[in-house]
C-alpha cells in the first residue's frame, strides 16, 4: 500500500540530520537555562510561579467566554463559576507568590503521590 508518495525504507536521511542538529542546539540551550536557574532558584521558583498564574489567568479568561457559549444556563453558570474561580486563584497567586509557590509544590507533590499509590493499587 503506497501512502503519499513514501515507499517503506526509501526516505531521505538529510532531513533528520537537520533535525539532529536543531535538537542538539535545543538541547544545549536548554541545559544552559537550566544551569542558569539553578544557580538562583528562588527567582526560578518565582518565574515558575507567575507563569502558572498567567496560564491560570489565559484559562480563566477562556472558560468565560465559554460559558458565554453553552446553551444550557445550568452548564453556563458552572462554566461562569470555574472560570471565577480560576481568575481568583491567579490574581491570589501574583499577590503571593511566595504562597503561590508553596501550594502550586504541595499540589505538584499530592499529585505525585497520589499517582504512585494508584500505580501501587493497578499493580497488586
Known sequence: MRTAGYEAGSFDRKPRVKLWSWFALAGG???????LAATNLFVAGMAATYGVG???????????????????????????VAG????????AVFADPLFGA????????????ASGVLRLAVAA
Do not use: E
Open 29 to 35: 540551550a536548554i541545559s544552559i537555562l537550566a544551569l
Open 54 to 80: 498567567a496560564v491560570m489567568i489565559a484559562a480563566g479568561i477562556i472558560q468565560i467566554g465559554h460559558s458565554a457559549a453553552v446553551r444550557r444556563w445550568t452548564w453556563a453558570a458552572t462554566w461562569l
Open 84 to 91: 471565577l474561580l480560576y481568575l481568583a486563584a491567579a490574581f
Open 102 to 113: 508553596t501550594f502550586l509544590t504541595l499540589l505538584l507533590t499530592a499529585s505525585l503521590a
